[in-house]
């Protein structure tokens, strides 16, 4: 009753075996690949903490199902920068020190990503209505917002 | 000179533990639980230092996402003249770390903070002493860098002095502090700690702790909160591979799977029968019920004069009701927690902010010594109070009780939503009466809130499962600053502590004196309109005359947003879209932080839309020791307040909460936050006093003020919905 998915994670080659192909996408990456940078939150597609890219389009993860990844290339907060090499919305949320508990930090970046690469100079207003299905409690709003600005001034 | 001990196993236990618990092993033996001091009276408590000059500070608060824990290492590195990078921090374990209370109430860098530094202050005062000695150089002739004392053309360090082994201590709350001069690490910028972790993904919440063996838990929980689980179909989960274990005790169901898919599942399709109940008052008619409900205990807060006297003769009289809406914690994260039995020790995982609380609750419900159970702080999602991490932490006990092996619960949305302790309805009657003048002459307040304060808010896996607790609730200290910080002639206020209330309470950021400033300041402000007055002015005309950092605030939040001085409302009703401003202040239970802010807003006539579209706020919390940490808890502060004030708020049934996701429980998006404009007042030579809750406090009241002066119409019951506006803007 198995089923294997072979997908790219992060630049390599990975697969799953699950019992039940319709697992969201997210226990494979936070259970089976140990990539936990995306967060459960909801499971219903409405906080932004379970994003990733998934062929370079931010996607919830916790409404996936696995099997939809297969062949698929995927990048989890984890692949997108490094400390060594930062993305420059991982450098620019630590100048910004955009991040409280950061559950939601998750989604606020890859969300971010997925829509500086369309929009490469966004306005203020464009990067809120980019993120308002993100959701953060802490109250870090006027923070990711200047760190995304600050990113897109490169 | 034996105020260090070479008991090696002191340290050595504590160190052992340390690594063990980093790389995610289990406490290596029975020894290693209590060896370290955690008396909060022993330097050895607070710190270590080891053999490579190394700082451990052991702390019984908790971050929780404030970046308390930069600040601790602050102090820390401040007072003993380290570099922070090397220093760790140990938060909350009960083995490890000092019980030094709930993390809560605004008290983390206010006591926790100030208990460290003293112990640190201490051990400085003595690690001087030692190198005195050993340098044979007089103590006030010494300098210390980076953990080196020179004197004499020689120096010694730390780690030569005492390194690797525990100091034996009594901290000296009157060991001297640098001197606001000297300090080179406090009252400045410092970049937390854990936020490149958290960017890269590296960082390791609760949520990811794993363990060899582990297997995955879900609660499933009653549909109707009283109801009771009279029989359960475990065939009816037999198709799911991987299932472990269906556990059921009373009302207490719940799952376990090798994988957490599994549990997911297996806790969405197991069939339960259900008995049914329906004891949850009518929402429609929630405000009733309060007034209805029994009255446990009378509290006066505040006495003077006769106010009812004062009233009664008053050439005007001004009357309201204030309500503010049942809330979720409704955490980002849903509540997470890994329960381990071992030789018949408990070890729980959890993003508790009282593990030594949790401790005691949990071995109270298994009917364990608490000797036996030793509870792990580890982080987890934003957390504003008691949500449901130790209900999660009791969860997986009884799960990993009933298995044998170690079971992670993480709740899933609903589970959170519906199951964390709400904070409690709350609901205040003002009354005033006002001279010829529009001073005011009498005040009187009476608030309906829950009985109870601080303390252990019921488990909820004990109160479904019928197990041991303290039966008792607790929804904080929810009476605080219902009694005013201004100098009226006659004042009464009075907390009517109620019995009951539908939901299990707890406190949610800045309990009560949210609430209770909210209506304060809101019926203060209408009585600055009865009187045709400025309100900033209004307010400064009450202002105790010993109170200079009251009246700073005020001033400063006036200036910070251009106020205009005039009477509210403003005149200008032509248009669609009326804009107001509105002003609010509070001094922290009375006694400590201020905190002034004025909101501006836009209110649609039409669609009764309120727009918050700039937020000014004067902050003076005493000594700062980051202070752009302080000024990221005020921004959260506001941000998460106004979500309170214009969406937030619970729905229900007769049986059961209803508002169990973000669609059905809504919160502030990215377009709804305003532009913010804060002003932190810094006084390095006062006392450090807390910044997690006090600019909460003035979030509700500043928009209602605001909303007045821009239409006319006031709104008394939050959430400020477009619906309540629509029906107020008819009214007025
Ligand atoms: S967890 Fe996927 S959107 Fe909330
Ligand atoms: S930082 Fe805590 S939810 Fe956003």
């Known amino acids: 009753m198995t089923e294997t998915v072979a997908m790219m994670v992060n630049g390599r080659a990975a697969t799953v075996t699950v019992d039940d192909p319709q697992m969201p996408l997210l226990y494979a990456l936070r259970n089976d690949l140990g990539l936990t940078g995306p967060h459960y939150g909801c499971g219903l597609s409405q906080c932004g903490a379970c994003t990733v890219h998934v062929d370079g389009n931010a996607v919830r993860s916790c409404q996936m199902p696995v099997a939809d990844a297969a062949g698929k290339t995927i990048l989890t907060l984890e692949g997108l920068g490094t400390a060594e090499r930062p993305h420059p919305l991982q450098a620019a949320f630590i100048a910004e020190q955009a991040v409280q508990c950061g559950y939601c930090a998750n989604g606020m970046i890859m969300e971010s990503a997925a829509f500086l690469a369309k929009t490469p100079r966004p306005t203020e207003a464009q990067v809120r209505d980019a993120l308002v299905n993100n959701i953060c409690r802490c109250g870090t709003h006027p923070r990711v917002v200047a760190a995304v600005m600050r990113a897109s001034r490169g | 000179m034996n105020a260090i001990t070479s008991r090696r196993s002191l340290l050595q236990a504590g160190g052992a533990m340390l690594v ?13 639980w209590t060896d370290k001091a955690v008396a909060a009276d022993e330097v050895a408590a607070f710190l270590s230092i080891d053999a490579q000059g190394a700082v451990t500070v052991f702390i019984g608060k908790v971050d929780m996402g404030t970046g308390v824990r930069t600040g601790f290492m602050q102090i820390a590195a401040e007072e ?18 000092p019980d030094q209370g709930p993390t809560y109430g605004s008290l983390s860098i206010q006591n926790g903070g100030v208990a460290l530094r003293a112990a640190c202050a201490t051990a400085r005062r003595e690690l001087l002493t030692m190198a005195a000695d050993r340098l044979g150089a007089p103590v006030g002739s010494l300098q210390v860098t980076e953990g080196a004392v020179s004197g004499g053309g020689r120096s010694v360090t730390y780690a030569d002095l005492v390194g690797g082994r525990a100091f034996t201590l009594k901290v000296d709350a009157n060991a001297p502090i640098k001197p606001p001069e000297a300090r080179r690490i406090v009252g400045r910028t410092v970049p937390r700690v854990d936020i490149p972790d958290k960017v890269f993904g590296r960082f390791q919440y609760v949520h990811d702790f794993r363990l060899p063996g582990m297997l995955h838990g879900r609660p499933v929980r009653p549909p109707a909160m009283g109801s009771t689980a009279e029989a359960v179909d475990e065939a009816s989960i037999r198709d799911i591979p991987g299932v472990v274990r269906v556990i059921h005790q009373g009302a207490f169901v719940g799952v376990v799977a090798e994988t957490e898919w599994a549990a997911i599942r297996a806790a969405q399709q197991l069939r339960v029968r259900w008995s049914d109940w329906a004891g949850l008052p009518d929402q429609a008619r929630i405000w009733a019920h309060v007034r209805a409900t029994p009255v446990a205990q009378v509290q006066v807060t505040l006495d003077r004069g006769n106010p009812a006297g004062a009233i009664q003769g008053a050439a005007r009289r001004v009357a309201a009701t204030y309500d503010f809406a049942i809330h979720s914690h409704a955490s980002m994260g849903p509540s997470c927690a890994v329960a381990e039995f071992r030789d018949g020790r408990l070890t729980t995982w959890s993003a508790s902010q009282a593990t030594h609380n949790l401790r005691k609750q949990l071995g109270m419900m298994l009917g364990m010594n608490i000797e036996q159970v030793r509870c792990i702080y580890m982080e987890g999602a934003g957390c504003y109070g008691r949500n449901g991490h130790e209900d999660a932490a009791a969860d997986a006990a009884l799960l990993a009780r009933a298995v044998g092996r170690p079971v992670r619960v993480q709740w ?6 519906g199951w964390d302790p709400k904070g409690p309805p709350h609901l205040v009657d003002l009354r005033a009466g006002l001279d010829a003048q529009g ?20 488990l909820t896996a004990a109160e479904l499962g019928g197990l041991p607790r303290e039966n008792q609730i607790h929804p904080g200290n929810i009476i ?29 950021r800045t309990p009560g004196r949210m609430q209770n400033t909210y209506a304060n300041e809101a019926f203060l402000d209408e009585c600055a309109a009865a009187a045709g007055a400025d309100p900033v002015e209004y307010r400064l005309r009450v202002m105790p005359a010993d109170d200079p950092r009251g009246r700073e605030v005020l001033e400063r939040v006036a200036r910070l947003a251009n106020w205009q001085t005039r009477p509210s409302p403003q005149r200008d009703r032509t248009g669609d879209i009326l804009r107001g401003r509105g002003v609010t202040y509070v001094k922290y239970e009375l006694v400590r932080t201020y905190v002034a802010a004025v ?28 202070p752009d940490g302080v000024k990221s808890q005020v921004e959260g502060n506001i941000i998460h307040t106004l979500s309170r004030t214009l969406k937030e708020e619970l729905t229900y049934d007769r049986s059961t909460v209803t508002s169990r996701d973000w669609g059905s429980y809504q919160v502030i998006t990215f377009p709804e936050v305003p532009e913010m404009v804060i002003e932190l007042i810094d006084r390095p ?14 979030v509700p009241s500043a928009v209602t003020n605001a909303i007045f002066d821009a239409t006319g119409a006031r709104l008394r019951s939050v959430p400020f919905t477009a619906a309540k506006m629509r029906a107020a803007l008819q009214g007025a």
């Open chain 2, 80 to 97: 003993l003249d380290v570099p922070m990078a090397r220093i760790r921090v140990v938060e909350g374990d009960t083995a490890l770390t």
């Open chain 2, 20 to 32: 063990a618990f980093q790389i995610g092993l289990r406490p290596r033996d029975a020894a290693a």
């Open chain 2, 439 to 458: 001073n005011i002459v009498g005040w009187e307040a009476d608030a309906f809130i829950p009985k109870g304060a601080g303390g252990n808010v019921d």
């Open chain 2, 685 to 698: 030579a006062e006392r450090p006093w807390g910044a997690g809750e006090p600019a909460a406090a003035i």
């Open chain 2, 599 to 626: 909101a501006e807003v836009e209110v649609n006539r039409r669609t009764g839309d309120i727009r918050v579209t700039r937020f000014f706020c004067a902050h003076d919390c005493g000594q700062m020791i980051n």
């Open chain 2, 412 to 417: 899933m949305r609903q589970d959170e939503h």
């Open chain 2, 480 to 508: 605080h600053n219902l009694a005013l910080p201004y100098a009226f002639p006659s004042i009464k206020t009075t907390c009517h502590r109620l019995d009951t209330t539908p939901f299990r309470p707890s406190w949610i």
